[in-house]
């Protein structure tokens, strides 16, 4: 992170806060580059438009974002976060450990497989995961295939899951929610307003919690009827809000407005 900071300073010209675990590191990098500093995750996040996290394992990245003064606290609406993690990024914001504790937790009352449609690191958390928890032969990974394949396998899926720690929107959800499937993913970042209402459009659940993961999808799985009805809610509310041509109408509404300010 220190390399970004003094991009963003010396070249860029920015107002840069910066927070490090090792004051004397952020007070030095303040005295020769300038800026500010913060005393928390949550201090330093406060009002900024960006937030770059820049972290070596994921434990790291969920303290300084979920932790009790961790950056999501206090981040505004409309802030776009970065991660930089240099953890393997098939876990690190995605969730991806919380849905296999999930997973395992579930099978020890029913029966339960899952197919995550992403490639896995041979040498990722997720696989030190599926062979902590006895998974193996229960996640089937899928990738490298067309978009009609995908469409295929939401058809095919009781439940759509989205466990991701933060969301800047999540394209998976949407997808998910046009197929029809009944979608379970956490409030993370903004997936709360993507997807709507717990229980009406989208089954949801805080981040970064495996039992309350496990608890929402056990819940979908109990009620069929329900979870229809929120499966049919959820692709309705894609089609209201999340259609390019939607999209393109917002825009030019934009668009109108700021000519009309001058």
Same mark, same amino acid.
């Given at each position: 992170?220190?390399?970004?900071?003094?991009?963003?300073?010396?070249?860029?010209?920015?107002?840069?806060?910066?927070y490090?675990?090792?004051?004397?590191?952020a007070?030095?990098w303040?005295?020769?580059?300038?800026?500010?500093?913060?005393?928390?995750?949550?201090?330093?996040?406060?009002d900024?438009?960006?937030?770059?996290?820049c972290?070596?394992?994921?434990?790291d990245?969920?303290?300084?974002?979920?932790?009790?003064?961790?950056?999501?606290?206090?981040?505004?609406?409309g802030?776009?976060?970065?991660?930089h993690?240099?953890?393997?990024?098939?876990? +690190?914001?995605?969730?991806l450990?919380?849905?296999?504790?999930?997973?395992a937790?579930?099978?020890?009352?029913?029966?339960?497989?899952?197919?995550?449609i992403?490639k896995?690191?041979?040498?990722?958390?997720a696989?030190?995961?599926?062979?902590q928890?006895?998974l193996?032969?229960?996640?089937?990974?899928?990738?490298?295939v067309?978009?009609?394949?995908?469409?295929?396998?939401?058809?095919e899926?009781?439940?759509?899951?989205?466990?991701s720690?933060?969301?800047?929107?999540?394209?998976?959800?949407i997808?998910?929610?046009?197929?029809?499937?009944?979608l379970?993913?956490?409030?993370?970042?903004?997936?709360?307003?993507?997807?709507?209402?717990?229980?009406?459009?989208?089954?949801?659940?805080?981040?970064?919690?495996?039992?309350?993961? +496990?608890?929402r999808?056990?819940?979908?799985m109990?009620?069929?009827?329900?979870?229809?009805?929120?499966g049919?809610?959820?692709r309705?509310?894609?089609?209201?809000?999340?259609?390019?041509?939607?999209?393109?109408?917002?825009t030019?509404?934009?668009y109108?407005?700021?000519?009309?300010q001058?």
């Amino acid at each position: 992170g220190l390399y970004l900071a003094i991009l963003l300073r010396k070249a860029g010209g920015h107002d840069v806060t910066v927070y490090n675990r090792n004051p004397e590191k952020a007070k030095q990098w303040k005295a020769e580059y300038g800026g500010n500093t913060a005393a928390t995750p949550a201090e330093a996040a406060k009002d900024q438009d960006i937030v770059f996290c820049c972290v070596g394992r994921d434990s790291d990245l969920r303290e300084v974002t979920l932790g009790a003064n961790g950056a999501f606290g206090a981040i505004k609406k409309g802030a776009l976060f970065v991660d930089h993690t240099t953890a393997s990024a098939d876990v +690190a914001m995605k969730g991806l450990a919380y849905l296999l504790e999930a997973v395992a937790k579930i099978r020890t009352e029913r029966p339960c497989d899952l197919v995550i449609i992403g490639k896995p690191k041979e040498e990722g958390r997720a696989m030190r995961t599926l062979e902590q928890y006895g998974l193996t032969d229960a996640v089937q990974w899928v990738y490298g295939v067309s978009d009609e394949r995908i469409v295929e396998l939401y058809a095919e899926a009781e439940l759509a899951v989205v466990p991701s720690l933060y969301e800047g929107f999540s394209l998976p959800a949407i997808e998910a929610q046009c197929s029809g499937v009944p979608l379970v993913a956490t409030t993370g970042g903004t997936l709360k307003e993507v997807v709507g209402p717990d229980g009406e459009t989208a089954f949801t659940c805080p981040p970064g919690d495996a039992a309350a993961l +496990a608890a929402r999808i056990n819940y979908a799985m109990d009620n069929p009827e329900l979870a229809a009805k929120v499966g049919a809610a959820g692709r309705q509310r894609v089609i209201d809000n999340w259609t390019w041509r939607h999209t393109a109408e917002k825009t030019v509404e934009q668009y109108r407005i700021r000519l009309k300010q001058g």
